[in-house]
């Protein structure tokens, strides 16, 4: 099926961007809303993403990786990208409290509705930082590195290992969740 999408996709037929965003949307709104923390940049951002996925379509490689991480790639770079910009950061410094602290609704993958919050709490502080920069606030690996002021060699080991302490805490218990962190945590790597 999704060789067959993907043919479609590259043909620039429109009703298989119609299907990929109808596969997708949920899990990615839920990745880019952990990074932008706000459900209505999520959603600019989230059709961002598909436009970029419409415009480079034939750039897909599946020799060089599943579907859905392309397309993860795509949407956590695009969030990333919003973030960086000037009227984020002032709307983040004028921002209520209420509005950063409130939750995701129900119709999207939220992370810490998969127990992945409670699974980074039971690591030690030296690893749950570094994930909480990477997964939940969108660092890059050199952005950690530079914040914390920790060799970028000591941030790859430690993400590799607590990537391997999260699979333990997961277990066969919430795949999905472990599988959308992992994702988000292997491009950190790359």
């Excluded at 298989?16 to 990745?31: I, P, R």
């Excluded at 959603?43 to 579907?67: E, I, M, P």
């Amino acid at each position: 099926m999704h060789t067959e999408l993907i043919l479609r996709l590259k043909q620039q037929d429109r009703t298989a961007l119609s299907q990929l965003y109808d596969l997708y949307s949920s899990a990615l709104y839920g990745v880019v809303l952990r990074i932008v923390l706000s459900p209505e940049l999520a959603q600019q951002v989230l059709q961002d993403t598909f436009l970029k996925v419409w415009k480079n379509s034939a750039s897909y490689d599946s020799a060089k990786g599943r579907l859905f991480t392309w397309l993860l790639n795509i949407a956590r770079n695009t969030a990333i990208d919003a973030t960086r910009t000037a009227h984020f950061r002032y709307k983040q410094k004028t921002e209520s409290l209420d509005t950063l602290v409130s939750r995701p609704g129900n119709d999207s993958i939220n992370p810490d509705h998969l127990g992945v919050r409670e699974a980074v709490e039971t690591l030690d502080e030296k690893y749950k930082s570094l994930i909480d920069l990477i997964y939940f606030k969108g660092y890059t690996q050199e952005e950690v590195a530079e914040e914390t002021g920790i060799p970028i060699g000591t941030v790859k080991t430690r993400l590799r290992y607590a990537m391997n302490e999260l699979r333990k805490v997961f277990g066969e218990t919430n795949t999905v969740a472990f599988l959308l962190m992992a994702e988000a945590l292997r491009n950190a790597l790359k």
